[in-house]
Structures are given as structure tokens and as C-alpha cells.
């Protein structure tokens, strides 16, 4: 059977988590449908062992970088489109179709990827009240691909040569596209899960933060509105909706203190990633 698409996960020590996440991804699928390879970079784990499974390549390398592990998936993967999928994504086998469907159907280049689904239910009533408001902010509304997968078509992935050298190769890429050549597939979804407490929330987003500030802006093919028009605009969506106006100090201040974390930590090469998920998953 030939493979309708390549799928590159680079994974570091993420051996509690990247079998869930090919079990789920591959739970339907036929043998050889998905050419899956999972690039574990400078793990002292078992992520090479836990990704083991039929039908998933496993390559190793030593230095420890999701950017480098993203150009080695490339490297050995040769069916377009082609998904980029962290290890600790939640999809499944019918939203990968979906993409694969979406992406094959088109001959200009694109990009793509289900629709964004945030799992807070584990974490405290700050962060849920955070993703209350989150969720009608403009990041979510202008065709956002990434925060764990994005896809591509040929045409598409000639957009860029090897990855760059960034934290944010997700933004790196959804940028590479104006909003009318993204893909978002609104009737699937994936799953990302949010932070346990605020504390851990402030520093996820504050990598996040350093990490968009590292593209150049000149570099980046989709102008978005301004800040001040995208909280505005936030504001007022929020004014509409009385029950959710408790919610809206847990979100400025989880806002402002990522922002504010992310200036004092500017330069940090640390990757700053979220713990809390994968001391869950280990226990």
C-alpha cells in the first residue's frame, strides 16, 4: 500500500507519552496507509523503545533539538503531504485522513491542520478560567495552524529549505502562508493538554513568547492586526458574555506575567517545556 502521508514526530524523552500518541494516531489505520517516522534527539529515556511499533521508523540522533530533529525526518520521509506532529499531540487516524484528503486535493502550496482543542479539564480553576477567555481571542479566529501540528503539500513545503535554528518552528511555518493558503479543518480536531497550575502556564508561555520574538518580522509573509486592535477585539467579545467576566483577571494576568518572564529570560536556550504533563503520564 502506498503511504497517502509522511509523518515526522520528533520526539526528546518523551517515552510516556509518544506511544499514546502513535497507538492513538495509528489506532485505525491500515498497514503501510501513513509513512511514520519518529526522530528521537538526544534522549537518556526509552522514546526510541516506546516508538517501536509496526509501521513506525525510528531514527536517533544525538543532539538534542527539535529543529534538527524535524530536518532528519525529512531527510528519510519522501511522501507529500508531510505532517509535523509533536509527541505529545493527541489526533486521530480519521483526522490525519482528513489533512491528508484536504491537502492532496490542492496543487498551490498550503498548509493545514485541524481545529485546536485545548484539554484543561486536569488543571487548576486559574488555567481553565485562562483558556475560557483564550478561546475567543483573535490567535484562534485568523487561521491558526501549529501549537503541535501543521501540514503540507509539496508545493507547500518548497516554502522553506531546512528549519531554522527556532523555538517556534510551528509559527515559523504558519507564517510561511497568508491566511487564505491555510487549511483549518474545522470538523476535526486535535488535543494538546494545558498546564497543571498558573506557575507552570506563566513559563510554558513565556517560551513561547521568546520564541516568536526570535522571527524576524520581515521574514513573515501574513501581517496580523495590531496588538492594541486584537484586544480590543478580545474585549469586546468578552463583554458580550457576563458569566465569563470573572475569568478575564486569571487571563490578563497569565498574559502579562508570560510577557514579563519572557523579557527577564531573553536569550535563554533552555527549552523551558512542560513538565507537569509528562510527570502525569509517567505516573
Known sequence: ?????????????????????????LGSAAAGEFDVV?????????????????GVRVVEIAERSKTAALDAGDAVSSTFPRAYVDADVDISTDALRAVARALSAESDARVAAPRLRVDASSSSAPVRAYYAIWALSEYRAA????SGFYAVNAAGRERWGRFPGVIADDRFVQQRFLPDERLCLEEHSFTVQASRDM????????RIE????????SAQ???????????????????????????LPFYVYGFGAAKLQAR?????TAWARDESVRTAARA
Open 264 to 268: 527577564r529570560s531573553a536569550g535563554a
Open 221 to 247: 509573509l501574513a501581517e496580523q492586526a495590531t496588538a492594541g486592535r486584537r484586544y480590543t477585539t478580545l474585549l469586546a467579545r468578552v463583554a458580550t458574555r457576563p458569566l465569563l467576566w470573572p475569568c
Open 199 to 206: 506557575a507552570t502556564h506563566i513559563a510554558r508561555g513565556a
Open 210 to 217: 521568546r520564541g516568536n520574538a526570535e522571527l524576524p518580522a
Open 1 to 25: 500500500m502506498t503511504a497517502i502521508m509522511s509523518v515526522v514526530v520528533p520526539a526528546h524523552d518523551e517515552g510516556p507519552l509518544v506511544r499514546r500518541t502513535l497507538e492513538r494516531m
Open 38 to 54: 519518529v526522530v528521537a534527539n538526544g534522549c537518556s529515556d526509552d522514546t526510541a523503545v516506546q516508538a517501536a511499533l509496526p
Open 143 to 146: 487561521g491558526h495552524v501549529g
